[in-house]
């Protein structure tokens, strides 16, 4: 039972010693990076109601959330996703605000998933969220933001995928696809599955030349210029918008330089249904899975009795830090810290240099010496930490 207690439950670990040093010192560079550009801190909290995740909102699917109920019966939750909280927080606080409003966040999320596939159940994100701005400065503020905090992080070799929902979507409606169809199709176009998405066309009837269309869908990612064909074969507006809309992001991304960071891909979508418009994940080497995510929701603050235009972006702080540590990129993980060793007869002048010290804001830790002990235990000790070995 005793050595039952040592373990975690599947999905969740513990982090400590120079891991944790290293992923705390690196969500504070990000989170720096995120003031830099205006974004202001926001906490929400842990648990919320069950609905604010619910299937109306397009979050996680309700079996994949840790529910539980509180004394008066109302179902609660553990928060999994970041957005649905700070919408609901927006519309509460800033219902009348029309000027833009930037928030970011730092916190954990909880994913109640039994395909863990190397996925923790618990994480660590940092993000950011820019409400009532609907343009395409907006976005590429956003992609901008990504690009400097890898950037801060030490990351060199990665690469951000940009997508807009709105071109998939009006490419269903054009030629008549279903909802359900459509929310089947999703999964399989944004992972350029041909065969599995050809699969649900036909169980579907879809005659071929639509079918051509919307499997052409999964070859359409590279440069600006390779997504820009899509013209070739889409009359509807929306679209047509989309595709514009990502054209008007590579420009203002291009005039800063960042357009070698930039991949394109219209088949990009997200499980997450509430994202209206421009999508972008964030990759790189070490990582199996996108270290950054987000998007444009301009229709998810309706949900709470705001209509206001939003887009932001999350950072898996675990996936990111691993990444860095796999690729060999140090991440500085502490400040050089002293440790005073002193004797009986000493302990008052060890008190006062440690005082010295650390009004010196230099970490310092004391240590009574054993005369029992041998010195290379105590340097030894002080090497495993990193610390400064002094003797007084």
Not at 131 to 150: G, R, W
Not at 193 to 203: K, M, P, R, V
Not at 324 to 343: C, I, S
Not at 366 to 375: I, R, S
Request: proline content about 2%; charged content about 25%; aromatic content about 12%.
């Amino acid at each position: 039972m005793k050595e039952k207690l040592l373990h975690t439950p599947e999905g969740v670990r513990d982090i400590y010693g120079e891991e944790y040093a290293g992923k705390v010192r690196l969500q504070e560079k990000l989170l720096h990076k995120f003031h830099l550009y205006g974004y202001e801190d926001i906490q929400t909290p842990t648990f919320e109601f069950f609905d604010i995740f619910s299937s109306n909102i397009g979050t996680i699917p309700s079996k994949e959330l840790f529910k539980f109920f509180d004394k008066e019966g109302n179902t609660l939750v553990l928060r999994p996703d970041f957005t649905p909280s700070i919408a609901r927080c927006v519309a509460k606080y800033y219902m009348d605000e029309k000027m833009p409003v930037r928030f970011c966040y730092l916190g954990n999320t909880f994913i109640n998933v039994s395909d863990l596939q190397g996925r923790l159940k618990e994480s660590t994100q940092v993000g950011v969220e820019l409400i009532n701005d609907n343009s395409a400065y907006a976005d590429a503020e956003m992609i901008a933001l990504m690009i400097e905090s890898l950037q801060c992080a030490n990351l060199r070799d990665f690469q951000i995928t940009v997508g807009n929902v709105e071109f998939f979507k009006g490419l269903c409606e054009e030629y008549g696809i279903d909802p359900d169809t459509e929310m089947d199709l999703r999964e399989y176009i944004s992972n350029k599955n041909y065969f599995g998405a050809e699969s649900i066309l036909d169980a579907a009837r879809t005659p071929s030349e639509v079918k051509e269309k919307i499997l052409k869908v999964t070859e359409l990612f590279g440069s600006i210029d390779t997504v820009l064909k899509a013209r070739d074969f889409v009359h509807n507006q929306r679209s047509l918008d989309a595709l514009l809309r990502l054209e008007q992001i590579h420009e203002i991304l291009r005039s800063q330089n960042m357009e070698q960071y930039l991949t394109y891909d219209v088949g990009m979508l997200s499980k997450y249904h509430y994202y209206t418009g421009v999508i972008f994940r964030a990759y790189t080497y070490g990582s199996g899975d996108a270290i950054m995510k987000g998007g444009r929701y301009d229709n998810l603050l309706s949900s709470f009795g705001k209509d206001a235009s939003a887009i932001g972006f999350a950072v898996v702080l675990d996936d990111l830090y691993l990444s860095l540590r796999r690729q060999g990129l140090a991440v500085e993980t502490k400040e050089p810290a002293v440790l005073l060793l002193y004797g009986q007869s000493s302990r008052q002048e060890a008190y006062t240099t440690a005082k010295e010290l650390r009004d010196q804001g230099v970490h310092t830790v004391l240590l009574q010496k054993d005369d029992t002990v041998a010195m290379q235990v105590y340097q030894d000790y002080a090497s495993s930490f990193s610390y400064e070995l002094r003797e007084v």
